[in-house]
Antibody
Framework: EVQLVESGGGLVQPGGSLRLSCAASGFTFSSYGMNWVRQAPGKGLEWVSHISSSSSSIYYADSVKGRFTISRDNDKNSLFLQMDSLRDEDTAVYYC???????????WGQGTLVTVSS | DIQMTQSPSTLSASVGDRVTITCRASQSISSWLAWYQQKPGKAPKLLIYKASNLESGVPSRFSGSGSGTEFTLTISSLQPDDFATYYCQQYSNYRTFGQGTKVEIK
């Protein structure tokens, strides 16, 4: 069974940093691209970042470019999102999601809440 | 950036109704469109990929159509489990989601 479990969320002050993790199991993690998608409270979905299976291709939404860094460790079946210079507007539930062979997100984690507030 | 516009924002319907949600892209995305269902407090669930392909395990009452800039998600006979928020997503150029359509009980 495919499972994605996020961790690392919490309360952080503006300007602070946080590192999110996503532990993957039930599939060959090194064969799949992965995304981070977030959802602010009561709002819609926003794509944050993409990393290809081998980490050769990485993309970011303009809203996080230069502040967030996506990475992965295929040996440990883990995906990461390093978030620096956090702003109030980064407050959201952050989901990791697997890209299917058809390139849509076919499996999602349960999400981890990041709250940026003083 | 490609913008995705969904309509309506809210839809009131009854069990058994045929429901249609529309998604419009600001430029052609070929068939690189997905539909997701999300319930409160839960992660989104993939329903349709590449505009018209039903994800494994998704009931056949869900269908998708369209290409280019105009797309639709149709639920042929609304069931109690279908009351949720639906999002379209383009993945032709990075990703952009529509603003969502909440399907409510009439």
């Amino acid at each position: 069974e495919v499972q994605l479990v996020e961790s690392g969320g919490g309360l952080v002050q503006p300007g602070g940093s946080l590192r999110l993790s996503c532990a993957a199991s039930g599939f060959t993690f090194s064969s799949y691209g992965m995304n981070w998608v977030r959802q602010a409270p009561g709002k819609g979905l926003e794509w944050v970042s993409h990393i290809s299976s081998s980490s050769s291709s990485i993309y970011y939404a303009d809203s996080v470019k230069g502040r967030f860094t996506i990475s992965r460790d295929n040996d440990k079946n883990s995906l990461f999102l390093q978030m620096d210079s956090l702003r109030d507007e980064d407050t959201a539930v952050y989901y990791c999601a697997r890209l299917s062979t058809a390139a849509a997100e076919d499996y999602w984690g349960q999400g981890t809440l990041v709250t940026v507030s003083s | 950036d490609i913008q995705m516009t969904q309509s309506p924002s809210t839809l009131s319907a009854s069990v058994g109704d045929r429901v249609t949600i529309t998604c419009r892209a600001s430029q052609s995305i070929s068939s690189w469109l997905a539909w997701y269902q999300q319930k409160p407090g839960k992660a989104p669930k993939l329903l349709i990929y590449k505009a018209s392909n039903l994800e494994s395990g998704v009931p056949s009452r869900f269908s998708g159509s369209g290409s280019g800039t105009e797309f639709t998600l149709t639920i042929s006979s609304l069931q109690p489990d279908d009351f949720a928020t639906y999002y379209c997503q383009q993945y032709s150029n990075y990703r952009t989601f529509g603003q969502g359509t909440k399907v409510e009980i009439k």
